[in-house]
Structures are given as structure tokens and as C-alpha cells.
């Protein structure tokens, strides 16, 4: 080929790279944005939601507020029953006979509070080792003896009150697989574990560790700075979608990823190297923590408060 043509190869092959890019076409049917290729071109700057592409605050805002409406009329799936209910695996096991059994479960339905495997521990007749044991094999997962004092390098933070409410820790990341590890100190909740993988796009593996090893690091946890999470105590579409039009417009994110995660709805906006956390607790009269500021709805930058601890 001339050289006096190459130029013309070159931007020929260009344009047809760009054209191909689903960035720049947005994802809105409704969009009245730039429609020619040269427009969509000089246009280029927009937000992934959802790993599809918006051009444009209006028209993420518009997909934003439809996903919320969504997932905000979600009913939450009921839990399925435990495959074979503790008690009876741990007197199959021989670490509890059939009277010891009978007995939690009075003191159980008496006390009215608690799941069973820590009324075998309150009442002696098996150690947090026998439970948790029991536990990962109710549910099929590996246990975990220990965990360092650090957080877990991983794909993104999962917000602390999300943390507290499944009573689970980030465990282990594997880069190669884009795998995160979460260990359960109660039940294994393979919803919040989908929620999590469509958040921080990648997958989840759980496993079962300790209840009191899992409550000792949610508070060293508290005592740490989460100034990436932002939360609010709100059941009203209308607050909440105002309240996200404006950390949109406030942040400009380049990605924004929700999804529910039991009475949460949650919201990650990447902007440049930092990601920011909406979290909208959706539970009438849930508790708030001292300090809450009040922007219609009650919000805070940390975590600190703790759900009753329950197990089995």
C-alpha cells in the first residue's frame, strides 16, 4: 500500500473499533443523546451500570431509579430448611445423645431467643468447636480455625452492616480464580452470597467458622474508620432515589453496581480509584447508631451497632 494511504487505513480501522464499543452507545432506549457515530465519539465520557453503558448523568439516573424501584419491591426468598437439623447430625456424630438434645430444645422454647447450637454450648453439653464443626457439615463448607488481625485484600469493602446482619468476615481472596472466601459464625446464606458476587464481580466460596471468633473480629472491625459507607434509614422510593441522584451527581462515578442484600439495598459508585457505599436499610424500627446525622434519613459514615447473636 502507498504510504500517502496509510493514513486513511489507519483511520478507517479506528473507526470501525470505536463504532463496535458498547461504550458508546447507550443503553437507553429511551436516550435522546448524540445518535451519529462522530457525536457518540466526542461523547464518549459516561457511567457503567450494571456493566451496561449509560451516556450520561440523565440517562443513569433514569436506569438507576427503575433497578432501585426493583429491588426495593423485592420480597426477600424465604430460607430453605437445613438439610438435616443440627441436633440430629451431632447425636449421628456421638457428640450429644437424644435427652441432651430434648433439653436444649426446652430451654430453647422457654427462653424464647437463640438458635439451638448455642444452647448446647450455654448448657455445656458441646463446645463452640463440636458446633461449628457440625455447622460445616450441615452446610457442606469447609471450617476456619483463625483469622489475622487484617482485612482481607479483596475485589472491594463489603459495608460493615451488611457484615453484622449475616454475622459473616471476608476470609480469603484468590486473584487468579477472582474468588472471595466468606466464613459464616451462623447461618450460610447463599443470597447475600450471590448479592456480594454481582456487587464486587467476582465469585464467592463460604465457609463456617466460629460464632464467638467471627463476633470478636466484627469488633475490631468497629473500631476501625469506614469512611467509604454512607448509610441510611429509609423505606420511602422517593427519598432514596433523591438521596442517590445526588451522590451520582456529587461523585460522577465511572461503574455503579446494586443489588439486594436481605433488608438492604446496596449501592457501590467507583469513581477513579475510590468506591463509595450507599446502604438504604429497608426494616421499620431498625436500630441506628448514637451519632446518626439526619438527611431526611438517618445516616452514618461507621458501624457500631450489633444484632443479638443467634446460632444454628
Known amino acids: 500500500m502507498p504510504d500517502f494511504l496509510k493514513p486513511l487505513s489507519w483511520s478507517s480501522t479506528w473507526i470501525k473499533r470505536h463504532r463496535a464499543h458498547p461504550r458508546t452507545v447507550c443503553a437507553l432506549l429511551s436516550c435522546s443523546g448524540p445518535r451519529t457515530l462522530w457525536q457518540r465519539l466526542r461523547r464518549r465520557r459516561g457511567t457503567f451500570l450494571q456493566d451496561a453503558f449509560y451516556c450520561g448523568p440523565r440517562c443513569l439516573e433514569t436506569a438507576l431509579m427503575g433497578q432501585i424501584s426493583r429491588l426495593h419491591a423485592l420480597t426477600p426468598a424465604a430460607q430453605p430448611p437445613n438439610r438435616i437439623p443440627l441436633g440430629l447430625l451431632m447425636v449421628a456424630r456421638g457428640k450429644l445423645t437424644h435427652l441432651e438434645v430434648q433439653a436444649a430444645l426446652e430451654a430453647q422454647r422457654r427462653a424464647r431467643y437463640g438458635k439451638i447450637g448455642e444452647w448446647f454450648e450455654k448448657l455445656g453439653f458441646a463446645s463452640e468447636q463440636d458446633v461449628t464443626t457440625a455447622l460445616a457439615l450441615q452446610w457442606g463448607c469447609p471450617v476456619v480455625s483463625s483469622f489475622g488481625p487484617s482485612l482481607v485484600d479483596s475485589p472491594g469493602r463489603i459495608p460493615l452492616r451488611i457484615l453484622e446482619s449475616f454475622q459473616m468476615l471476608p476470609f480469603n481472596y484468590a486473584a487468579s ?15 447475600a452470597l450471590y448479592a456480594i458476587e454481582k456487587i464486587l464481580d467476582c465469585r464467592t466460596q463460604p465457609c463456617v467458622a466460629g460464632r464467638k471468633t467471627i463476633a470478636r473480629q466484627l469488633e475490631f472491625m468497629r473500631q476501625m474508620n469506614h469512611g467509604g459507607d454512607v448509610e441510611f434509614l429509609s423505606r420511602d422510593l422517593n427519598e432514596m432515589s433523591r438521596i442517590t441522584s445526588s451522590y451520582v451527581t456529587r461523585l460522577s462515578p465511572e461503574e455503579v453496581r446494586l443489588s439486594r442484600v436481605g433488608r438492604f439495598i446496596w449501592l457501590r459508585l467507583k469513581a477513579r480509584s475510590a468506591a463509595t457505599n450507599l446502604l438504604f436499610c ?4 431498625a436500630a441506628t447508631r448514637p451519632g446518626a446525622n439526619s438527611l431526611g434519613a438517618s445516616a452514618s459514615s461507621r458501624g457500631g451497632w450489633s444484632p443479638s447473636s443467634s446460632r444454628g
Open 177 to 191: 480464580t477472582n474468588t472471595l472466601s466468606l466464613a459464616f459464625g451462623e447461618r450460610v446464606d447463599h443470597g
Open 282 to 285: 429497608l426494616q421499620a424500627g
